[in-house]
Each structure stands twice: as structure tokens, then as C-alpha cells.
């Protein structure tokens, strides 16, 4: 059970480049979550995926688009980088009320 | 909309001692989650404790528990017997019940533990 995966750990893009992060997960989970980790701000919800073939907005979406492939693969889009999507990202998932479980991040950087 | 607040941005503990870091949240829901998530300088988010709200008694995992007041939307972590490896910022989340278990998290406290 590699639990939740993401790729990449690490990008640099420039300023109006797109970029697709990737994001799995294998223990057959309905819930997929995007968030950004902000300095000082905690973890705010971009979008998330309550089911295959459902997505929703969360808290910060502006700016990016998702997909949900299938029940393993939620992935999250940045159409034209900005410097203020600098920032930590990281994807989750779970099923109804279990615990939700957390990958080990994405750090971009925009330049 | 939740929110989660708090309000101790950094905090220090000596080793061997007992620290507790504060949480409130702001909620019309009756029926809810609240967690306290770890999070070391590896990035990785490592769920500390989770707690009900129907659930009167407080959760404890081992060092680890709550001090969950309803009435007051307080729900604070103590960590006894502090180690070095605590050392790390500890987020409060909540969650609604509903089928997209969408987590608010407040800013974060830094803990650091000394010798």
C-alpha cells in the first residue's frame, strides 16, 4: 500500500507557464482533495472530488482546474503560472468519515 | 462558513514537560470532527488525535489528548511529557459530516521543545 503519491516533490515554473501535478491513490478511497499550504496561512481547499466523476470548488480555486480520471487519480492544473500560486500542495483522500490521509506535498515555486 | 482560530502563532516546552495549544472554531453544525494534525519539517501531515463532537469524553492517544468544550467551540491539545521529536507545527482542523469530508484548518502553532 503506497497510501497517497504525488508527483512531482519539486517544480520551478516561470510566469504564465502550465503545468499539470499529478496525484494516486490505492486504497480504493471516493474523496479526493486538493489543498495549498500558505506561510502563516495553514491548508485551504482548492477542489475537491466527493466521488468519480463529481468535482467541486473549495475555498481558493481561482486559477486552476482538476480532474478526476478515475477513482485512483485526482489531478490538479495550473493553465498560466502565477507567483502567487508559489506555494506547497498537497492532495488527500478518503472514504466517508474514515480518517483522511494526506500525500507528502508538492513544493512550487513561480518565478 | 467554519473557521478555525488559533491564536498561539509559536510555543515552547521543555523537555520532559506539558504544554497544551488552543484551538476554537466556529460552527452552526451540531455533529462534527476536530483533529489536530502534526506536521514535522519532512512536510508530511500526521493526523495526532481526532474527536466527535457527540462524544462527551475527550479522545487521548497515549501523550496526546483533548480538552473539547462544545458550548465554548474550544478544543485544546496537551501534549505530557514532551519530546524532541514533538517538535513541529500542530494544526487544528474541522469537519463537517457530510459525504465530502472537507477539512478547515486554523494557521498553525510552532512548537519547539527544548532541552
Known amino acids: 500500500n503506497a497510501g497517497v503519491t504525488q508527483t512531482p516533490k519539486f517544480q520551478v515554473l516561470k510566469t504564465g507557464q502550465s503545468m499539470t501535478l499529478q496525484c494516486a491513490q490505492d486504497?480504493?478511497?471516493?474523496?479526493m482533495y486538493w489543498y495549498r499550504q500558505d506561510p502563516g496561512m495553514g491548508l485551504r481547499l482548492i477542489y475537491y472530488s466527493a466521488s468519480e466523476g463529481t468535482t467541486d470548488k473549495g475555498e481558493v480555486p481561482n486559477g486552476y482546474n482538476v480532474s478526476r480520471l478515475n477513482k485512483r487519480e485526482f489531478s490538479l492544473r495550473l493553465e498560466s503560472a502565477a507567483p502567487s500560486q508559489t506555494s506547497v500542495y498537497f492532495c488527500a483522500s478518503n472514504q466517508h468519515r474514515e480518517r483522511v490521509l494526506f500525500g507528502p506535498g508538492t513544493r512550487l515555486t513561480v518565478t | 462558513a467554519q473557521t478555525v482560530t488559533q491564536s498561539q502563532p509559536e510555543m515552547s516546552v521543555q523537555e520532559a514537560e506539558t504544554v497544551t495549544l488552543s484551538c476554537t472554531y466556529d460552527?452552526?453544525?451540531?455533529?462534527?470532527?476536530l483533529f489536530w494534525y502534526k506536521q514535522p519539517p519532512s512536510r508530511q501531515m500526521i493526523l495526532v488525535i481526532r474527536?466527535?463532537?457527540?462524544?462527551?469524553q475527550n479522545a487521548t492517544e497515549n501523550r496526546f489528548s483533548v480538552n473539547f468544550q462544545k458550548a465554548a467551540k474550544s478544543f485544546s491539545l496537551k501534549i505530557s511529557d514532551s519530546q524532541l521529536g514533538d517538535a513541529a507545527m500542530y494544526f487544528c482542523a474541522y469537519r463537517d459530516t457530510g459525504t465530502a469530508s472537507k477539512l478547515t484548518f486554523g494557521t498553525g502553532t510552532r512548537l519547539q521543545v527544548t532541552l
Open positions: 486504497m480504493n478511497h471516493n474523496s
Open positions: 460552527t452552526s453544525e451540531s455533529d462534527y470532527y
Open positions: 474527536q466527535e463532537a457527540y462524544k462527551q
